[in-house]
């Protein structure tokens, strides 16, 4: 898929804005992303703003992506999305996505009762998903992102008064590129040969 093979991280953006269908076009690839059990955790906060830029910019020390990118996503996990399994669970019965159950009535293949693992790791991972969608719709439109994790998460939760039920997972830098970095060096396999 030249979409994967083709990206990289891009930390020097053109000031031409991001129109709005392209914006639309990552939320959207946020929006279809899988979860665990259809839970999905992941929220967005889009900022082109310039208010909300130069807050974004000054978290992030005024350097590498964020400094010249004309689009930021600020990207959360909705700690609460757990307390919805019921809903989500029925949701998915209703139009016959999944057989009738009961999520209290679950059990392992040995009979031994089904513990759900969710909770905070699975709002990350769910998130994290989701926003690799986007950086790989971005790519595929044309458009460079960079992940920054690197950044104050205080002024930026200050900024968007952030309740505490919402984890700042990253912030996702995007636009044009202005830069043609050469591909990163990745190990030669990530099969676990123990
Ligand atoms: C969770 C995560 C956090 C990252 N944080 C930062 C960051 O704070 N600043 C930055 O410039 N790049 C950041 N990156 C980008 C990585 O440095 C980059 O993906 C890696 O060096 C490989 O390069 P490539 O994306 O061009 O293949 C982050 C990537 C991930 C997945």
Known sequence: MPEIAERRSIRKFKPTLVPAECVAALLEAARLAPSSVNL??????????????AVLRSAAYNAGACA????IVVCL???????????????????RAVE????????????TPFVLRLGASFAYVN???????MV???????????W????DHSEVREHYALPDTLALVTLLAVGY??????????????????
Do not use: K, N, Y
């Open 177 to 194: 590129a202005d830069e043609a970095p050469t591909p990163r060096p990745r190990r030669g396999s990530v099969v676990w040969v123990g």
């Open 148 to 151: 920054v994790h690197h950044f």
């Open 77 to 95: 996990a909705d700690l609460t999305a757990d307390a919805e399994l019921a809903e989500r669970v029925q949701e998915m019965v209703a139009v």
């Open 100 to 111: 009738p159950l009961d999520p209290s009535s679950l059990t392992t293949g040995r009979g």
């Open 68 to 71: 010249t990118a004309p689009l």
């Open 40 to 53: 999905q955790h992941f929220r967005a906060i889009v900022a082109q703003a310039p208010v909300d830029l």
């Open 136 to 146: 790989l719709q971005a790519q595929h439109l044309g458009l460079g992102s960079c």
């Open 127 to 133: 998130a994290a998903i989701a926003v690799e969608h």
